[in-house]
């Protein structure tokens, strides 16, 4: 099915470690955006990229890194993990900015740092 | 910076009852807006897209209007079914090309439909 793949589901790290969470999409979409919810609360947009090779930071980027190699995949790097990235991670992406375009959400990745 | 704003919370009907989720914004200069279902421990499903050029769109059951210079939207949901039962986030999207024009959330509003 078309869509957003993100892995893995679910996550335990421990303080000080490292990860990087998956996304692929194979709808040949340019645009590609990793945000995180926090309980109760909207989602935030953490990085964005317009098309391979292009990448450029959201609203709350710190601790985190992102990297866009090909149309498909746009990984997110954890590095140092701290309590406070506890959330949920949401990678989305669109065919283009115009008006008559949406996103397309992946299922998300439940992260606890402990 | 955009805000959107969803009021209320959390919504709980009984069973069959028409109803009305509200979404402020506070930049009129929106791109679209987009509705999404978002069922406990799951991801985002778009609803509805309504451009800032139209005012509203229809689904089934589900019709969402926009007014930009009023800064609202309105997701209308008829005769609701306890399948309805979910958290439903409205997102603008800017008009400036910063960011990717971005999405901006509400928090959204929890909806409980009770048999």
């Known amino acids: 099915n078309a869509g957003v793949t993100q892995t893995p589901k679910f996550r335990i790290l421990k303080i000080g470690q490292s990860m990087t969470l998956q996304c692929t999409q194979d709808m040949n979409h340019n645009y590609m955006y990793w945000y995180r919810q926090d309980p109760g609360m909207g989602l935030k947009l953490i990085y964005y990229s317009v098309g391979a090779g292009i990448t450029d930071k959201g609203e709350v980027p710190n601790g985190y890194n992102v990297s866009r190699s090909t149309t498909e995949d746009f990984p997110l790097r954890l590095e140092l993990a701290a309590p406070s990235q506890t959330s949920v991670y949401f990678c989305a992406s669109s065919w283009s900015a115009g008006q008559g375009y949406g996103y397309t959400f992946g299922s998300g990745t439940r992260l606890t740092v402990v | 910076k955009q805000e959107v704003t969803q009021i209320p919370a959390a919504l709980s009907v009984p069973e069959g009852e028409n109803l009305v989720l509200n979404c402020s914004f506070t930049d009129s200069a929106i791109y679209n807006l987009q509705w999404f279902r978002q069922d406990p421990g799951k991801g985002l499903t778009s609803l509805l897209l309504?451009?800032?050029?139209?005012r509203e769109q229809t689904s089934g059951r589900l019709n969402a209007s926009l007014d930009k210079s009023s800064g609202r939207s309105t997701l209308y949901i008829a005769a609701s079914q306890p399948g309805d039962s979910a958290t439903y986030l409205c997102a603008s999207r800017g008009a400036d090309s910063g960011s990717a024009r971005q999405l901006t959330f509400g928090s959204g509003t929890q909806l409980t439909v009770l048999p």
């Open positions: 309504i451009q800032s050029s139209q």
